[in-house]
Structure formats: structure tokens, C-alpha cells
Antibody, heavy 122, light 108 residues
Framework: QVQLVESGGGVVQPGRSLRLSCAAS????????MHWVRQAPGKGLEWVAV????????YYADSVKGRFTISRDNSKNTLYLQMNSLRAEDTAVYYC???????????????WGQGTLVTVSS | DIQLTQSPSFLSASVGDRVTITCRAS??????LAWYQQKPGKAPKLLIY?????QSGVPSRFSGSRSGTGTEFTLTISSLQPEDFATYYC?????????FGPGTKVDI
């Protein structure tokens, strides 16, 4: 069955970097656009980034543009989010998520990981 | 960016109630709207996409609709069940970034 497992979260100081991973199983990452969505403690959902199935397109929220980079290693069936110049307002649970349909990425998502918590604090 | 607002932000209801949540977009988004349900400590669950299409496995008491202008959308729960107490979010998928609404918490 489809499974997404995020890892790499933790406590990091402002200005530092962190890389999140999302290991996919039960399907091939290479045919799905993949998203990162975050949720600050007690707050709503915020879409972060998406990468097309073939890696040719990527889009970012304005709040992370220029600081975060989404990437994928299809040979490892893993999605990544490189987060640089972290700020306190980046503190959140980060989810990777997959749409129901292959080959599309500006579509809803129906498979989510369990999330990994990133805390940016000195 | 397209902004989404939801009303109400909080809703107190009882089991068996009919519940309606509204999502308004700052510009027309056709039918590119999805609804999610999220329970505390859990990832969101997709309920409805394309404004009114029920995701597979979602109970039929959930329904979605769109106003003629493509800026106002509603999520209706026809008869609230105990497991429906949660926070509901809309998301527009008309253009990047695919923004979420601020959420509506449905509580007892």
C-alpha cells in the first residue's frame, strides 16, 4: 500500500539548514508530482512546494522561495526538502503528500505522511 | 495569489445536525477546489475535489457545491456524526500557489 515516511526534522538554530526526506513505498515516485505542506503549531495548513513527476517543474510558496529547494531521487524513491536560512516562522510539522493521479501536480493530494516536526529556535 | 476565506471559523453543532461551511475565493477559480478534514495530531484527509466530487471511501453525507461565479463554495455534512468533529480546510487548485483556507473547526 502507499506509504510516505518523513524524517529529518528536529531543533535547529535560526539561520541554519536542515534537509527533510520523504521515503515513498508502494508506488513509484517517478510518475507522481509530489508536494510539501506544513502546519505551524496550532495553526492551519500552508502549502510549501511541489515538484513535477519528471522534475522539470517546481513551484514554491513566496514565504520559502529562495530558501527552500525541493528535489527527488527516483532511484531511492525519496523526496527531499532542503531548507536553508531557517527562521522561527518556519517552525511547523512538515508533511509530504501525493495526489491520487499520476502525471499531475496542481491537483489535490490524498496520501500524506505522518509529518516531521521542525523547530527553529535559539 | 488567490486568497481563500472560510466561514464560520468555528461551529458548534450536535450529532445529527446539518452543517454547512462556506469557502470564498478572492477571484474565480472555476471548480478547482478541494475540501479536507483534519483531526488533532493527524494528517489531513481529502474529502471532495473539483468542488463537488466525493473522494473514494468518503461517506455520502459529505457533499460539495459551487456557486455560479466560481468564487463561493460550500461543504455540507447532511447529518453530523461523532467522527466528523474536526477541522475542515478548503484548497484552491486553480493556480500557484495552491492556497488553503484558514479552516473551520466543528466542535460540540
Amino acid at each position: 500500500q502507499v506509504q510516505l515516511v518523513e524524517s529529518g526534522g528536529g531543533v535547529v538554530q535560526p539561520g541554519r539548514s536542515l534537509r527533510l526526506s520523504c521515503a515513498a513505498s508502494g508506488f513509484s515516485l517517478s510518475i507522481f508530482g509530489m508536494h510539501w505542506v506544513r502546519q505551524a503549531p496550532g495553526k492551519g495548513l500552508e502549502w510549501v512546494a511541489v515538484m513535477s513527476y519528471d522534475g522539470s517543474d517546481e513551484y514554491y510558496a513566496d514565504s520559502v522561495k529562495g530558501r527552500f529547494t525541493i528535489s527527488r531521487d527516483n532511484s531511492k524513491n525519496t523526496l527531499y526538502l532542503q531548507m536553508n536560512s531557517l527562521r522561527a516562522e518556519d517552525t511547523a510539522v512538515y508533511y509530504c503528500a501525493r495526489p491520487p493521479w499520476e502525471g499531475q501536480w496542481l491537483v489535490p493530494v490524498n496520501y500524506w505522511g505522518q509529518g516531521t516536526l521542525v523547530t527553529v529556535s535559539s | 495569489d488567490i486568497q481563500l476565506t472560510q466561514s464560520p471559523s468555528f461551529l458548534s453543532a450536535s450529532v445529527g445536525d446539518r452543517v454547512t461551511i462556506t469557502c470564498r475565493a478572492s477571484q474565480g477559480i472555476s471548480s478547482y477546489l478541494a475540501w479536507y478534514q483534519q483531526k488533532p495530531g493527524k494528517a489531513p484527509k481529502l474529502l471532495i475535489y473539483a468542488a463537488s466530487t466525493l473522494q473514494s471511501g468518503v461517506p455520502s453525507r459529505f457533499s460539495g457545491s459551487r456557486s455560479g461565479t466560481g468564487t463561493e463554495f460550500t461543504l455540507t455534512i447532511s447529518s453530523l456524526q461523532p467522527e466528523d468533529f474536526a477541522t475542515y480546510y478548503c484548497q484552491q487548485l486553480n493556480s500557484y500557489p495552491p492556497t488553503f483556507g484558514p479552516g473551520t473547526k466543528v466542535d460540540i
